[in-house]
């Protein structure tokens, strides 16, 4: 059996907003995300594109990358959630993931993401507006071009700073916010090296290029940079720790 596994809700928010061409939403074999409250709660409002709780059928499960499932309030794994998770389990290749706080943890950090729409046409699947990708719980966001000046995303996310890389500046809604906008071109030779002091993840957190990568490609699973980006990744560990750690040559990378 796949078995059972919690989740945080910051886990889910980024499954909802993986996207390639389309939403990942979209696929049908990507994503089944039940909601075992009552049918008053689940009515009133709930996850979007979560379906009421009935077990799926047992091939539509053999599929499905995530299979998500959540209650009220699900800490520990005797709750309601996971108990329907575990009767699923069999059926999955996957581990089924039980939301960690459930409905009421969610939707008070993503309260944009909470509806009342239970079905859901492909068309507007393919539609879905997806967020920038969750790097550090409320604190840090990674996103393209296009949300970067959404002025709805940016207040849902209460973004105050933003670091744009672009040859063209986007805009930062937020009043008395900071930005920061880095004028490159997206080609190999473009020049990030000399901004990763200011910008980079790894600096900040004092992490190996082969952590960060693990860490960023959690988050965003389809995220494939230039091999010019990640040279200069390479010369910025070096300079950081006083040599080569990362073999940027391994094809993961």
């Known amino acids: 059996m796949a078995g059972v596994m919690l989740c945080e809700p910051t886990e889910l928010y980024n499954i909802l907003n993986q996207h390639r061409r389309f939403p990942r939403l979209s696929e049908p074999n990507y994503l089944i995300l039940l909601d075992a409250r009552t049918l008053r709660e689940y009515n009133e409002s709930h996850i979007i594109t979560a379906r009421e709780y009935l077990v799926p059928d047992s091939e539509e499960l053999a599929c499905v990358r995530y299979c998500v499932v959540y209650d009220s309030m699900t800490i520990e794994v005797n709750r309601t959630a996971a108990q329907h998770a575990r009767s699923l ?5 996957h581990p089924v993931l039980v939301l960690r706080g459930g409905y009421k943890r969610f939707s008070a950090c993503y309260h944009f993401l909470r509806t009342q729409k239970i079905l859901w046409m492909p068309q507007e699947l393919d539609n879905f507006q997806p967020y920038p990708v969750e790097i550090l719980s409320g604190k840090l966001y990674m996103g393209n071009f296009k949300q970067a000046c959404n002025q709805q995303i940016q207040k849902d996310l209460k973004i105050k700073a933003q670091v744009s890389i672009s040859e063209q500046p986007a805009t930062l809604l937020a009043e008395e916010g900071k930005y920061l906008h880095i004028s490159v071109p997206d080609s190999p030779e473009a020049d990030l090296f000399s901004s990763f002091s200011t910008i980079s993840l790894s600096h900040s957190r004092i992490l ?14 389809n995220v494939r940079p230039h091999r010019g980006f990640v040279k200069q990744l390479s010369d910025w560990e070096a300079q950081i720790y006083g040599t080569t750690i990362t073999d940027v040559s391994e094809p993961n990378y």
């Open 208 to 221: 190996k290029w082969s952590d960060s990568w693990d860490y960023v490609l959690k988050c965003k699973t």
């Open 89 to 93: 389990q069999q059926f999955t290749r």
